[in-house]
């Protein structure tokens, strides 16, 4: 007896309201999960993978709806459903963990108390028991020292131990579908790994399905049993996983995958693929293939009409008119037309740009006990950075790697400022910078020693457009005259793949990748030396 999927998306188009009215955001995307199936869904930022994956759990936000297709969740019309028992499935049925774990932990709200109440809400566990439950599924993710987390506030761990206590959470109540959106960015490899195989270990214990979306094809690659690649809120190519990676039918598909650079070369010669071009928005798709204008092999049929989504071999879906053709000609082994070689330029100075001796920073532990309130006992303190020297020489790049919470964000904020060292001696273009946080630095040391934030919901201010607060930083600078201010934004977001469209948009008006951009755009917008 044939099983049925426990999720069937059929003919799914979403669009969001605008001052100019709705723009469709997503169009005509068709696929089914079975019970215990991983899916990975694969594309650009603004592809439209996140805005499909809020959908399945009735997240759109009040301007967004459903405007054609159905969400088919274990027999039931999800649409049909009002939103009592919808929030009676989330957490219980569907859990999802999301690509900005602050959009999921309360601030003001111990770790323990939220994990508690995700459970609670749809147990009826003892506190006892459920206290128990919440120690196992820190354990499950590699948290160190579980019962200590869960006295601490989400801005008391590292980027990578707030994503984990999400994926605990989503996780406790065994759901059998779980939705994850980028849920390992902020994870080191080790991590990633126990939290892949902690995946894999729910679909063979539950038959859990789960609807994995990603940027990295290794990942993808590991987990997925069956790939979907979105470009420009279309599903253009879906198969199992073997077939994407070794025969996909659409350029697509074909282009991501040459985007991965050859860690192999000499360094400085590393000869890379970029997709020409840019993802177009919602409201500039093009007539005919959405993909045509980026793709090398386009022929005039491409740009006459939309190619459908159809099975080109068994089980292998794509949306390309010439799909056929690669069938019996593969793309994969045919040689790009265009490739890029960056070479580092000669460094200006042979001096270190920065200098860094026996940095120190250390964090109060947070009272727990009355004794340690009333000065009985030793504050205690976490070591985040303990005794770190390193130098920077001008043109060269340090990379700093480990675990999450070993200190590398944290010695980063203290690098630039953010955070006060509690001992050792900083040097930054010559200059004493070791006890001045940043409010107190030269305007030269802040103009020359910027940072790209792990989290961009963080740093950007839901208030500005992304025009005006990358035009800050050239206004505070006078990198350009105020007369060419504007131009000079419109030519960094195209640095990072952006159009001038984007200028007049809110950060709430963007995908995760694009809000990222946009924070690098604004940290090289005062052309730093660092």
């Not at 630095?441 to 607060?469: A, C, K, W």
């Not at 008006?509 to 940290?523: D, P, W, Y």
Request: charged fraction near 25%; proline fraction near 7%; glycine fraction near 8%.
């Amino acid at each position: 007896m044939k099983e049925d999927p426990i999720l069937s998306v059929q003919n799914l188009a979403i669009a969001y309201k605008t001052r100019k009215g709705y723009i469709q955001a997503v169009r005509d995307v068709s696929f089914e999960i079975m019970p215990g199936e991983n899916l990975g869904l694969v594309g650009e930022s603004g592809c439209g993978k996140s805005t499909v994956a809020y959908s399945l759990v009735g997240f759109l936000g009040r301007n967004g709806r459903i405007t054609n297709g159905r969400i088919i969740f274990k027999g039931q019309d999800m649409q049909s459903l009002d939103e009592k028992t919808l929030r009676k499935l989330r957490g219980a049925h569907i859990a999802m963990v999301y690509q900005e774990p602050m959009s999921s932990l309360n601030p003001t709200m111990r770790i323990g108390r939220q994990l508690a109440e995700a459970l609670a809400a749809h147990t009826d566990l003892p506190a006892e028991e459920i206290r128990q439950r919440c120690i196992k599924a820190l354990q499950d993710v590699y948290m160190p020292e579980p019962e200590s987390i869960l006295a601490r506030y989400p801005h008391q761990l590292s980027g990578g131990q707030q994503q984990r206590v999400c994926i605990a959470m989503a996780m406790l109540n065994q759901p059998e579908l779980l939705i994850m959106d980028e849920p390992t960015t902020a994870l080191d490899v080790t991590v990633e790994a126990a939290v892949l195989d902690l995946v894999a270990e729910l679909q063979e214990k539950f038959r859990t399905a789960t609807l994995y979306i990603s940027h990295n094809l290794g990942v993808i690659a590991r987990v997925a049993d069956k790939v979907g690649v979105m470009y420009a809120g279309e599903l253009v190519e879906l198969a199992s996983t073997e077939q994407i990676y070794t025969h996909p039918l659409h350029p697509y598909t074909v282009g991501l995958m040459r985007c991965l650079p050859d860690v192999d070369a000499p360094r400085g010669t590393r000869e890379l693929h970029p997709i020409p071009g840019r993802v177009p928005s919602p409201a500039e798709v093009p007539a005919g293939c959405i993909f045509a204008p980026r793709c090398e092999y386009a022929v005039p049929e491409c740009s006459a009409g939309r190619p459908s989504f159809q099975e080109i071999a068994p089980g292998h879906f794509a949306r390309c008119w010439r799909a056929r053709e690669w069938l019996e000609n593969p793309l994969w082994t045919k040689k790009p037309a265009k490739s890029s070689t960056y070479v580092c330029a000669k460094p200006e100075s042979e001096e270190p740009i920065l200098k860094v001796e026996d940095v120190r920073t250390y964090y109060p532990v947070p009272f727990t006990t009355v004794r340690s309130l009333i000065g009985l006992e030793k504050r205690r303190y976490v070591h985040a950075v303990d005794g770190v020297s390193l130098s920077v020489d001008c043109g060269y790049t340090l990379g700093i790697v480990g675990e999450s919470g070993c200190g590398k964000s944290s010695l980063a904020r203290t690098i630039v400022g953010l955070e006060t060292p509690t001992g050792g001696k900083m040097e930054f273009l010559g200059i004493d910078i070791s006890n001045e946080p940043v409010e107190r630095r030269r305007r030269e040391v802040i103009r020359h020693l910027q940072m790209v934030f792990q989290n961009p919901d963080g740093t950007l201010n839901p208030s500005y457009t992304v025009g005006d607060q990358i035009a800050m930083s050239l206004k505070r600078f006078r990198v350009v005259p105020a007369n060419e201010v504007y131009g000079r934004v419109v030519q960094l977001l195209e640095a990072v793949k952006l159009n001038e469209t984007y200028y007049h948009r809110l950060p709430r008006q963007l995908s995760g990748g694009e809000k990222q951009r946009v924070g690098i755009a604004r940290a090289i917008a005062s052309n730093p030396k660092m």
